[in-house]
């Protein structure tokens, strides 16, 4: 039997779901322990209610996700907006060096999964999807980037992309914090930490409260963005044949336009709006992507997806324990960071945040540099260079 639930009915079950996995986030352990995203909790939940439908039901559910594009575009290009290339210079030297190591990863995260894909005899596609995609770019990049995938011939994209993202954020959460202390310890540490001093953002007001004007300045702003980059994407790929996602080309004309911004000083951005916009736009669109999940298609996957998993995780634990630490100044500051980095690495920016705090209050000091580095470079910095590298991957492999 086949059920549709229309547009209307759609927009209220996903508000509905994101307030439930907002709650169950907070509320339950399991979820809370590891930093899971409400957003993933509500709409995975209900993404296994239409399994269980279908396989023992003989029902069908069919989600209309018309605003799940809109709200993907409006997403990233908030990403773009809040992507100024100042905050690398202002950030210092740990920041650079620490920003580089997280384009490596990105990188390498690729490569791994492509190589282990073809070896593994699947669709090389699935192993970007088991990548960058899904690791350091996590549950909303996997969302994203899945239909992209499948567009591309990746039967199954979007399922492999959210359960590795899944999968990566226990992962970081568990081996974060064990290896920041066994750096500690092994290296015996002193723990003490230094102040890089404010990172400010030029052109951003971060202390005026939200109102209606602020609201209606910034969607417009948005839309603006939106309209440009997916129509430049689509010039660009009838005239490369190289597949350009729109939310892509949004996020990048964004960039361009803050540090232009950023340098000719025509426009303030509110900074309370923008992040407003951007975790409203990441819950709607993530938790339709969650809801919509078909996860019959994992289950010829599983084998092959868990041993590329595994592989990514000993590959990340090594570079982080042989190459970053070192390059970081082996000190209390660059033990946190590698904390940090195997939450962000594996999972997402929340869970980097949580690693080092665990590991700071275990120790009896906060590391003032990890806590300023790791969230700036995870959560906005990273895109730079890692959304077109998953790019390029897509249209490499295809």
């Known amino acids: 039997m086949q059920i549709e639930v229309g547009l209307v009915s759609s927009v209220a079950l996903t508000l509905l779901l994101l307030l439930f996995g907002a709650w169950a986030a907070r509320s339950w352990r399991i979820f809370s322990r590891f930093a899971i995203p409400g957003p993933v909790v509500g709409g995975f939940l209900f993404a296994l209610v239409v399994l269980a439908l279908r396989e023992w039901g003989s029902i069908e559910l069919t989600i209309d996700t018309t605003l799940q594009s809109p709200a993907m575009l409006a997403f990233f290009t908030t990403i773009g907006l809040g992507a100024s290339l100042s905050l690398i210079k202002t950030g210092g030297r740990v920041l650079v060096v620490y920003l580089v190591a997280c384009w490596t990863v990105a990188i390498f ?237 594996l999972g997402g920016t929340p869970n980097a945040v949580a690693n080092m705090d665990a590991v700071g209050r275990k120790h009896g000091l906060q590391s003032k540099v990890a806590m300023v580095v790791v969230p700036l470079s995870g959560a906005v910095l990273i895109d730079v260079v890692a959304l077109p590298w998953i790019v390029f991957c897509l249209n490499w492999v295809a």
Request: glycine share 14%; net charge negative.
């Open 109 to 345: 995260q690729n490569l791994v999964g492509i190589g282990l894909a073809k070896a593994l005899g699947i669709n090389e596609l699935l192993g970007v999807m088991a990548g960058a995609v899904s690791l350091e770019g996590g549950h909303g990049a996997a969302a994203a980037f899945g239909p992209t995938a499948e567009e591309l011939g990746a039967q199954g994209a979007t399922a492999v992309a959210i359960a590795a993202a899944t999968f990566g954020l226990i992962a970081g959460s568990l081996i974060g914090g064990p290896l920041a202390t066994w750096l500690i310890k092994r290296n015996k540490l002193a723990v003490e930490t230094r102040d890089i001093g404010d990172v400010r953002e030029r052109g951003v007001d971060n202390t005026s409260e939200v109102n209606e004007g602020s609201v209606v300045a910034t969607a417009a702003v948005i839309g603006v963005v939106v309209v440009i980059g997916v129509y430049l994407g689509k010039l660009f790929g009838e005239w490369t044949g190289y597949s350009l996602p729109g939310y892509v080309g949004a996020m990048l004309i964004a960039i361009i336009l803050r540090n232009i911004n950023d340098a000719a000083g025509w426009v303030e951005i509110h900074g309370k709006t923008l992040k407003l916009i951007s975790d409203v736009s990441l819950g709607f669109f993530l938790t339709q992507a969650m809801m919509s999940l078909k996860i019959w298609d994992l289950y010829d996957l599983a084998l092959p997806l868990l041993v590329i998993l595994l592989v990514q995780v000993v590959v990340l634990v090594a570079f982080v324990a042989l190459v970053v630490f070192r390059i970081l100044g082996k000190n209390y500051d660059a033990a946190v960071i590698c904390g940090g980095m195997m939450g962000h690495g």
